[in-house]
């Protein structure tokens, strides 16, 4: 094939000059396959068996009860970031960045992967599992994948069933943790607020009795004047603003209570699996030997061009 005649620019693929360089050096040629494609059967039938099949699961995050999930963060910004709560009513793109960044981090350490092994009850030991879990989080998306790899379909499912068992269970003992602690602070706050409020009650009382003796004191009785007592209702503006504001507080804090009693299973599992475990062939044997026969094929006769070409330099000397 000619540079002249070529139609697909500069470089192109001269068979003729790769037949006739690959019988110059076909022992070289022959070689090099051979070593090339024992690494790739050996990587077929001993290494790679271990990725056959592969279990995956899709994992999200709750974005359910937005509005509370804000009042509790602009509250307790230190617990909402402990229980992964969504600021701003509105779940981002950096907040999914930022928890589906913690995810891989904790279930690759070699501390959860132990407790992995434990769990599972088979013969396989740390370095293994750790080669065997792969996460995928590509960004900017509101899931994240957790795939495992085995060589039959059974343990590979049975794998990552162990692997999401286990960090749903350890992330909702620790939300439950932060949950317990929060729902006391707020229950402590509210106790607060009532006796707060219980003490401006009564001062409203005692400033209402003290206001109407004082009235009634001060009038002439000879002036047959009728008297209009004030009743409790009535209150000094500044008192008034400050019962005003407790109450107002002590509302919106109930509301938070409420909120977090009848949602206890979003604010201690807010991590969500959707759908079942997906079990695949990873690829098949037969398309692995096949891939290793070109690659032999394209190293091998890349490697004899550097061969001849070295060759050829030295005889020019």
Same mark, same amino acid.
Do not use: C
């Given at each position: 094939?000619? *540079?002249?005649?070529?139609?697909?620019?500069?470089?192109?693929?001269?068979? *003729?000059?790769?037949?006739?360089?690959?019988?110059?050096?076909?022992?070289?040629?022959?070689?090099? &396959?051979?070593?090339?494609?024992?690494?790739?059967?050996?990587?077929?039938? &001993?290494?790679? =068996?271990?990725?056959? !099949?592969?279990?995956?699961?899709?994992?999200?995050?709750?974005?359910?009860? +937005?509005?509370?999930?804000?009042?509790?963060? %602009?509250?307790?910004?230190?617990?909402?970031?402990?229980?992964?709560?969504?600021? @701003? @009513?509105?779940?981002?793109? $950096?907040?999914?960045?930022?928890?589906? $960044?913690?995810?891989?981090?904790?279930?690759?350490?070699?501390?959860?992967?132990?407790?992995?092994?434990?769990?599972?009850?088979?013969?396989?030991?740390?370095?293994?599992?750790?080669?065997?879990?792969?996460?995928?989080?590509? @960004?900017?998306?509101?899931?994240?994948?957790?795939?495992?790899? !085995?060589?039959?379909?059974?343990?590979?499912?049975?794998?990552?069933?162990?692997?999401?068992?286990?960090?749903? %269970?350890?992330?909702?003992?620790?939300?439950?943790?932060?949950?317990?602690?929060?729902? @006391?602070?707020?229950?402590?706050?509210?106790?607060?607020?009532?006796?707060?409020?219980?003490?401006?009650? &009564?001062?409203?009382?005692?400033?209402?009795?003290? &206001?109407?003796?004082?009235?009634?004191?001060?009038?002439?009785?000879?002036?047959?004047?009728?008297?209009?007592?004030?009743?409790? $209702? !009535?209150?000094?503006?500044?008192?008034?603003?400050?019962?005003?504001?407790?109450?107002?507080?002590?509302?919106?804090?109930? %509301?938070? +209570?409420?909120?977090?009693?009848?949602?206890?299973? +979003?604010?201690?599992?807010?991590?969500?699996?959707?759908?079942?475990? =997906?079990?695949?062939?990873?690829?098949?044997?037969?398309?692995?030997?096949?891939?290793?026969?070109?690659?032999? +094929?394209?190293?091998?006769?890349?490697?004899?061009?550097?061969?001849?070409?070295?060759?050829?330099?030295?005889?020019?000397?």
């Amino acid at each position: 094939m000619k *540079n002249e005649n070529n139609r697909y620019g500069a470089v192109a693929i001269d068979i *003729n000059n790769i037949l006739t360089v690959s019988n110059k050096r076909k022992w070289w040629f022959t070689g090099i &396959f051979l070593v090339i494609l024992s690494i790739g059967l050996v990587f077929n039938f &001993f290494i790679a =068996r271990d990725y056959q !099949y592969r279990a995956s699961t899709i994992v999200t995050l709750s974005t359910e009860n +937005l509005r509370f999930q804000r009042m509790i963060s %602009d509250e307790y910004p230190e617990e909402a970031n402990s229980l992964w709560l969504i600021k @701003g @009513g509105k779940a981002t793109n $950096g907040y999914y960045n930022h928890y589906f $960044g913690i995810i891989p981090q904790e279930i690759n350490s070699e501390e959860f992967l132990s407790e992995v092994i434990y769990n599972l009850n088979m013969d396989i030991n740390l370095r293994h599992l750790q080669r065997l879990v792969l996460t995928e989080y590509g @960004g900017n998306v509101s899931f994240f994948i957790i795939n495992t790899f !085995y060589k039959n379909p059974e343990d590979a499912k049975k794998i990552n069933e162990t692997i999401i068992d286990t960090y749903t %269970d350890q992330k909702e003992e620790n939300f439950r943790k932060i949950y317990n602690e929060l729902i @006391g602070k707020v229950e402590e706050e509210i106790f607060i607020l009532k006796e707060d409020l219980s003490e401006l009650s &009564f001062e409203a009382e005692e400033y209402a009795i003290s &206001f109407n003796k004082e009235l009634i004191e001060n009038i002439n009785i000879e002036d047959n004047i009728i008297i209009e007592l004030k009743s409790t $209702g !009535y209150l000094p503006p500044e008192l008034e603003n400050e019962i005003e504001r407790i109450t107002g507080r002590y509302n919106y804090l109930r %509301d938070i +209570l409420d909120n977090l009693v009848n949602n206890e299973k +979003l604010y201690t599992s807010s991590i969500e699996i959707d759908g079942d475990i =997906r079990v695949d062939e990873n690829f098949t044997h037969f398309r692995n030997i096949l891939l290793s026969v070109v690659a032999a +094929l394209v190293i091998g006769i890349i490697f004899i061009y550097i061969i001849d070409f070295i060759i050829s330099i030295k005889n020019r000397r």
